[in-house]
């Protein structure tokens, strides 16, 4: 089994911006098996172009959950499927994928877990892969 996960950002910067939504689907090669979805407030103003591409707006994120209260959910949600959060996570990413993967890490260094290099770069490898056989 493996995770395939897609986010939507407050904007283009990794170090600077955060998550606004995630959503996890758990594939056993051949359905889905389990989904996890949330919009998740980023504690920050997302700027009028984002919401303008994303549609999710400052208005839905006011009272949705910060990231930390939703990283035990990732974490189960993918525990079982990989040996650690990333390192077998398969990342559906449009665009850029190594900003999004940065975005994540940075997410989740925030609630202290620890990513290591391997760990990113497995990441981008196997996010890389699943662009080329989508296109």
Request: net charge negative; hydrophobic share 35%; proline share 3%.
């Amino acid at each position: 089994m493996y995770a395939t996960v897609d986010m939507e950002t407050t904007g283009g910067s990794p170090r600077n911006e955060r998550i606004t939504e995630i959503a996890i689907f758990i594939f056993d090669g051949k359905k889905i098996v389990d989904k996890f979805c949330s919009l998740v407030n980023p504690e920050r103003d997302i700027p009028y172009f984002i919401t303008s591409i994303t549609g999710i707006s400052n208005e839905m994120v006011e009272d949705a959950p910060r990231f930390y209260e939703i990283a035990k959910d990732i974490v189960e949600i993918t525990e079982g499927k990989s040996k650690n959060i990333h390192r077998r996570v398969m990342t559906h990413l449009s665009n850029n994928s190594s900003k999004r993967a940065m975005q994540m890490r940075d997410e989740i260094a925030d609630i202290d877990y620890e990513l290591t290099g391997n760990e990113l770069i497995a990441l981008l490898k196997e996010s890389e892969e699943i662009k080329k056989t989508s296109i």
